[in-house]
C-alpha cells in the first residue's frame, strides 16, 4: 500500500519518535510509506528515517507567525483562524501525494488531510489536545472540531476514546484503540557506561517538560520531600532544552536532547522512573522505563491500558507532590517490591511491542 503521514514537524519528541517509528516498521513490511511535515533537514537529524519524506520550510511563514505572535502578546488576541495556521494547513494538504492511506497526526492535520481529498483518510489520535492548551478558546474549539471531521479515528489509548465522548458527547464506537509501542530492539536493560553512579546512590529520573499538565512541578515537590527524608537519592532529569524550573531542596542533573540509545542507557541506571503528567494518553516513557527494567511510579490519567497500580507500577493521583512522594520513599525502602514491579513491567513492555501494533494498525487500515 501507498501510505502517507502528515506530520505537523518531525522535531524530537515522544508522540513524533511513536509516528516516525511506525513509519520505519510499514517500510520494512514492504509499504511504499511517506511523510510530509513543516521543517528542515535539521530538525530530522536525531532520527534514522527509512520513509521517504517532503519538508515545507518554516521559513515562508515568519511574517504571518510573528504577525500572529504581536496579536497574541501584545493585543492579548488567541485568534487560531489566522492566516499563519491556515497556510500551514493548506500547504500540507497541496503537498499531499496520492496514496492509498492518508494519516493525520495532529489537530491541524486533521484539516490537512480531510482537504487533501487524498487517499482513505484516517486520524491517529496521541491525546485530547483540547485540554493541552492554556485560555484559548478559539484554538480550543477548532481542536475539538478536529475529531468531527469524517476520518477513520485510532486511539492511542481507552482513556483517550473515553474523554472524547465524555467531553464532547460523540458516539466514539467506531474509534479504534492502538496504544503505543516500545522499541524492545533499542529499550532493554544496559550495562551503563555513560551515566555512572555515585557510590551507594539511589537514583530517579524523570522526563522534564516546561508545559504545565506534564507535572514537572509536581515533580520538584515530591522530591524535595524524598531528598529531605533521604539522603541517598539523586535526581536525574532529561528534556529537550535547558527550559525548565528549579526548586531549593531538590537539585537535579540535567541531560538535554538525548535519544535512543542515550535514552535507555540513562532508564536502565535507573532505580526509579517518575512520570509525573496531569494526563497523557498512552505516555512513552512509562513503557520505555519498564522495557529498560526501572521501577515506575506514574500518574493516571491515560496510562490506564498498561499500568496496574501494585503489579507492575505504583500509581497516583495527578497534581498531588505528597502521593507521589509517598510512592517513591515505599519502593526505596522495598527492596522486594521494586523486583516485583520490575519483573512485571518488564513483561508487560515485551506486550507493547511494535510487530503487535503494525499487524493491528494494518488490520484497521484494510477494514
Not at 485540554?131 to 481542536?143: G, Y
Not at 536525574?236 to 535512543?260: N, Q, R
Request: with cysteine; glycine share 6%; aromatic share 12%.
Amino acid at each position: 500500500m501507498k501510505i502517507h503521514f502528515t506530520m505537523l514537524w518531525v522535531k524530537l519528541g515522544g508522540g513524533t519518535r511513536i509516528i516516525l517509528t511506525l513509519a520505519n516498521e510499514l517500510v520494512k513490511r514492504g509499504h511504499d510509506v511517506s511523510i510530509t511535515a513543516v521543517g528542515t533537514k535539521k530538525d530530522i537529524a536525531w532520527f534514522p528515517l527509512q520513509a521517504k519524506l517532503t519538508l515545507i520550510s518554516p521559513y515562508r511563514y515568519m511574517y504571518a507567525r510573528g504577525v500572529s505572535m504581536v496579536k497574541r502578546r501584545i493585543f492579548k488576541m488567541n485568534d487560531f483562524r489566522n492566516k499563519f495556521y491556515w497556510d500551514v494547513i493548506w500547504d500540507l494538504a497541496r503537498q499531499t501525494p496520492d496514496c492509498d492511506i492518508n494519516i493525520a497526526t495532529y489537530a491541524m492535520t486533521a484539516y490537512s488531510v480531510y482537504l487533501s481529498r487524498k487517499g482513505k483518510p484516517f486520524y491517529y489520535m496521541q491525546h485530547y489536545e483540547p485540554s493541552t492548551l492554556n485560555n484559548d478558546p478559539t484554538s480550543e474549539r477548532l481542536f475539538e472540531g478536529s475529531y468531527f471531521l469524517p476520518l477513520k479515528k485510532i486511539a492511542n489509548s481507552s482513556w483517550l476514546k473515553n474523554e472524547i465522548k465524555e467531553k464532547l458527547g460523540m458516539d466514539v464506537s467506531a474509534i479504534e484503540v492502538s496504544p503505543s509501542a516500545v522499541n524492545t530492539d533499542m529499550f532493554y536493560k544496559r550495562n551503563v557506561t555513560r551515566f555512572p553512579r555515585n557510590q551507594g546512590m539511589r537514583r530517579v529520573v524523570c522526563m522534564g517538560r516546561p508545559d504545565a499538565w506534564k507535572g514537572f512541578p509536581d515533580a520538584l515537590s515530591a522530591m524535595r520531600i524524598v531528598m529531605k527524608e533521604r539522603n541517598d537519592v539523586e535526581f536525574y532529569v532529561y528534556a529537550f532544552k535547558d527550559e525548565l524550573p528549579k526548586l531549593d531542596g531538590a537539585p537535579y542533573t540535567l541531560l538535554t536532547g538525548i535519544s535512543g540509545e542515550n535514552l535507555a542507557e540513562l532508564l536502565s541506571s535507573a532505580d526509579i522512573v517518575l512520570a509525573p503528567s496531569w494526563l497523557e494518553s498512552s505516555p512513552l516513557p512509562v513503557l520505555e522505563a519498564m522495557a529498560c527494567g526501572a521501577a515506575l511510579v506514574t500518574t493516571r490519567y491515560g496510562t490506564e491500558d498498561f499500568a496496574f497500580d501494585g503489579k507492575n507500577s505504583l500509581v497516583v493521583p495527578p497534581k498531588n507532590p505528597e502521593a507521589i512522594a509517598r510512592a517513591l520513599l515505599k519502593l526505596l525502602a522495598d527492596e522486594a517490591m521494586r523486583a516485583d514491579l520490575i519483573k512485571n513491567g518488564f513483561m508487560t513492555a515485551k506486550n507493547f511491542n511494535w510487530q503487535r501494533s503494525v499487524e493491528r494498525i494494518e488490520t484497521l487500515f484494510a477494514l
